[in-house]
Nanobody, 129 residues
Framework: QVQLVESGGGLVQAGDSLRLSCAAS????????MGWFRQAPGKEREFVAQ????????????YYGDSVKGRFTISEDNAKNTMYLRMNSLKPEDTAVYYC??????????????????WGQGTQVTVSS
């Protein structure tokens, strides 16, 4: 089993930046796909970003949702088993609960929500105008 714990959410103003963290424990993921999703009140959970890595795949793949391209950056620190989401130029419409997710087997393509195996509990991000 893998446990995921998000942190770093909070209340910020429009134009500010935040960095979310997702710490993975329970099993080291030497091959993985990890992603960020978000869910605003009354809306469906939305894809934000994905990072896919495998020692044999020849590199790291990144995917971003259209609404965050150019503003958000996903990254990971293997040594710390932690994934990050750097969010710049935040807008009120970025307000949501942000969830991290992980899949233990490698896939090079962008994954759908139901293709992830593990989920964190979420962290609230609120952007005021």
């Amino acid at each position: 089993q893998v446990q995921l714990v998000e942190s770093g959410g909070g209340l910020v103003q429009a134009g500010d930046s935040l960095r979310l963290s997702c710490a993975a424990s329970g099993r080291t993921l030497s091959t993985y796909v990890m992603g960020w999703f978000r869910q605003a009140p009354g809306k469906e959970r939305e894809f934000v970003a994905q990072i896919s890595w495998s020692s044999w795949s020849g590199g790291t793949r990144y995917y971003y949702g259209d609404s965050v391209k150019g503003r958000f950056t996903i990254s990971e620190d293997n040594a710390k088993n932690t994934m990050y989401l750097r969010m710049n130029s935040l807008k009120p419409e970025d307000t949501a609960v942000y969830y991290c997710a992980a899949r233990a087997t490698y896939r090079s393509s962008r994954l759908a929500l139901n293709e992830y195996d593990y989920w964190g509990q979420g962290t609230q991000v609120t952007v005021s105008s």
